[in-house]
């Protein structure tokens, strides 16, 4: 790769990191909130801003972790099919964004924080090569499409708009996943799906709040 592609390539995912850690984010498609009633009483918009916040949390670290898988992909096939699945995660970046606005909320006051970890993962899962790399976006979008339907379930049934967010999410989320393994994706060790999972309880966790 030529030095001066390579260095585009790291100040095009400087500037995506920017733009993700500042909230500007611009979705392709129409968000699925978009017809339909937003107002919601207080109490309910209390239970359902903290776990949008933690969905939108997940989507700042889904554009870290796919930048820095497409840095590091070993094969254009690869780099692009990253840079489609974040592309599609912009999208729910900025419903999340702007349904936690609607709420009356904020994002998590720790997204650099999220952003510089998850980048930080996604290179090291780059590295590991392809396979793993494909492998490790397998399992990460299994395990957010679990929290997502777990996320339906907490949801008030009277908040419409941000359960339509969150299930079109889940359902691109399993697309991304069967794409990825489709491209030869391998399975990862337990230890690691293990150390995923943790990792990802901390994160929802403190996001609930902060």
Request: hydrophobic share 45%; charged share 20%; with cysteine.
């Amino acid at each position: 790769m030529a030095f001066g592609t390579s260095l585009d390539r790291w100040l095009v995912a400087a500037d995506n990191a920017l733009r993700t850690v500042a909230g500007v984010a611009h979705a392709a498609r129409l968000s699925p909130a978009a017809d339909i009633g937003l107002d919601l009483p207080p109490d309910l918009r209390r239970r359902s801003a903290p776990l949008m916040r933690v969905n939108h949390v997940g989507e700042v670290c889904a554009q870290a972790l796919y930048e820095a898988q497409a840095l590091t992909a070993r094969s254009a096939a690869v780099r692009s099919q990253m840079q489609q699945a974040a592309r599609e995660e912009t999208d729910h970046l900025a419903w999340t964004a702007e349904r936690l606005r609607t709420l009356g909320d904020r994002p998590s006051l720790l997204n650099p924080l999220w952003y510089a970890g998850a980048f930080t993962i996604g290179l090291v899962a780059g590295r590991a090569g392809d396979a793993w790399s494909l492998g490790f976006l397998v399992e990460t979008e299994r395990q957010v499409e679990e929290h997502l339907a777990g996320h339906l379930d907490r949801l008030p049934a009277e908040d419409h708009a941000s359960r339509a967010i969150v299930a079109q999410m889940k359902q691109d989320e399993a697309q991304h996943a069967e794409a990825a393994l489709a491209a030869g994706g391998a399975p990862l060790p337990a230890p690691v799906r293990w150390l995923m999972r943790a990792a990802s309880k901390v994160m929802t966790g403190t996001a609930h709040y902060v």
